[in-house]
């Protein structure tokens, strides 16, 4: 518990079954279903039931999201600086999921003293909406840091990531593709989001119950604060992950952003015939034209998660090289995408969800190079810094994410698109930009990708990490 000593001699002790999927279901699953409805669905909710537009919630996601960056440096020194006697990274899942749930009544509410004043409506949505990411940072770190914290097995640490994975995928498919049904179970986004938020508190808890902190070094009392970051950032063969990390953010999240976009106003005018089609059946046949788009896009979510990734890392061995090859087959289907799309429904369904089962993997992949990167830094500076790696990764996912929120907000509102011109009233320019941040965003984001990841900067580094490993191990009696 908390800085115990790594040298004491100890028997090797398996993570178990229940720390497995309490870590697994943690992040990512109530906490998932909610960022999967948030990512989906947030922006036209707001636009829809508060009444801000898309260039003022481009503004709001903008400030939101810089300030989200920012403070996981402050989040992982917190993390890395305390020696509470429950744990440094342990201590942070007991309360930050009850604010979660306090966080979503009041994010998907819409309180009397906001009507008839758009900057009250801004203002509101704007703090309760950077809560929701101050929330998120403070649990999602410390979850990040206790795996290391818990094994130094390799195969151990891939095995809970894809787990996690798995989960992480069924929790997105389940709120992205089924959000708007079970609104209608539920009575409203409030009562569901609550819903998801009391699942994360069960998981979160559970996590503190079955978690040790099992390696963790003593603190250094001359690598206090801020300082700390240093001893990340002052290598230059960081640099490359760190910048892998924010991208895949951006690939992920404009695949899955403007998904709903894409079905709405650019799949939906392609099959209806308005002249030919009444009412009802129009209706009828945009919701099943977004349901059954989104449904193959979260399917391939699921099956990128919970099969092919696992698949890939036994094949390959190590995420880097299963990162390389996802992102080649993830660039064709994007690039094919983006000039064909259009042609037929069906056909765009099918290869939609093919570019998803190889490319939705890329956000969990990248959650292996933090493990990577926390034994580097292990071996280069004899330091123990799994919070400031994990806020380090936090920072770049957080900066792609704001590029990701405000980015295809600003792209769509440059290019004329407007919710007061309805799905069949777009014009032109708006309707191409769609298809721009649907496709060739991601597939631009993957080219980079796939270059630092050939020239993977820590795997020279990886008999010397192994080395170490064999070292702690001896030193623990294992």
């Not at 989040?75 to 899942?93: A, E």
């Not at 989960?167 to 959000?179: G, K």
């Not at 230059?236 to 106003?265: D, N």
């Not at 295809?408 to 930009?433: C, E, K, N």
């Amino acid at each position: 518990m908390g800085d115990q000593n790594p040298t004491k001699s100890t028997k090797k002790k398996g993570l178990g079954t229940a720390f497995t999927w309490f870590h697994a279901t943690s992040v990512n699953g109530g906490a998932m279903a909610i960022a999967a409805t948030i990512s989906t669905y947030f922006s036209l909710y707001v636009q829809n039931e508060i009444g801000i537009t898309a260039a003022q919630l481009s503004i709001i996601l903008l400030i939101c999201s810089l300030w989200d960056a920012i403070n996981d440096p402050i989040m992982g020194v917190i993390c890395d600086s305390i020696n509470p006697k429950q744990g440094r990274y342990r201590i942070w899942f007991t309360f930050t999921p009850i604010f979660l749930l306090v966080d979503m009544f009041l994010l998907f509410s819409n309180p009397g003293f906001i009507q008839g004043s758009a900057m009250a409506k801004c203002v509101y949505v704007c703090i309760t909406y950077m809560f929701y990411g101050m929330i998120v940072t403070a649990y999602t770190m410390p979850q990040m840091a206790i795996l290391p914290a818990m094994t130094l097995d390799d195969a151990e640490r891939n095995s809970v990531v894809s787990k996690g994975a798995a989960i992480c995928a069924l929790a997105f498919t389940v709120a992205s593709t089924f959000s708007t049904q079970l609104v209608e179970i539920f009575g409203s986004y409030r009562n569901l989001m609550c819903l998801y938020a009391v699942l994360a508190i069960v998981s979160f808890w559970g996590l503190y119950k079955t978690s040790e902190e099992r390696y963790v070094m003593p603190k250094d009392p001359n690598a206090a604060g801020l300082k700390q970051l240093v001893y990340v950032f002052r290598h230059k063969e960081i640099w490359p992950v760190i910048l892998t990390w924010c991208l895949a953010a951006v690939s992920y999240g404009f695949m899955f952003a403007s998904s709903v976009y894409y079905a709405q106003y650019i799949m939906v005018p392609h099959r209806v015939d308005l002249e030919t089609m009444d009412e009802a059946t129009i209706g009828a046949l945009t919701g099943s034209t977004i349901s059954v788009y989104m449904g193959f896009i979260s399917v391939g979510a699921l099956i990128s998660m919970m099969v092919l990734m696992p698949i890939f890392l036994r094949k390959f061995k190590t995420g880097y090289q299963a990162l390389i090859v996802s992102q080649i087959l993830t660039i064709a289907c994007y690039v094919i995408l983006f000039f064909t799309g259009r042609m037929n429904f069906w056909y765009c369904c099918i290869l939609s969800f093919v570019a998803t089962a190889v490319g939705a993997m890329v956000n969990a992949l990248v959650n292996v190079l933090v493990n990577d990167t926390i034994d580097f830094i292990l071996l280069k500076e004899g330091k123990q810094l799994n919070g400031i790696v994990s806020s380090v990764k936090g920072f770049a996912q957080k900066c792609g994410n704001t590029v990701t929120n405000s980015g295809i907000l600003a792209i769509i509102a440059v290019a004329g698109f407007s919710t007061d011109y309805g799905i069949f009233g777009q014009p032109a320019s708006a309707t191409t930009s769609i298809n721009i941040a649907r496709f060739l965003v991601p597939a631009l984001a993957s080219v980079v990708i796939l270059v630092v990841i050939l020239f993977y900067p820590l795997k020279k580094y990886f008999p010397e990490i192994a080395a170490m490993k064999e070292k702690m191990r001896a030193e623990q009696g294992e």
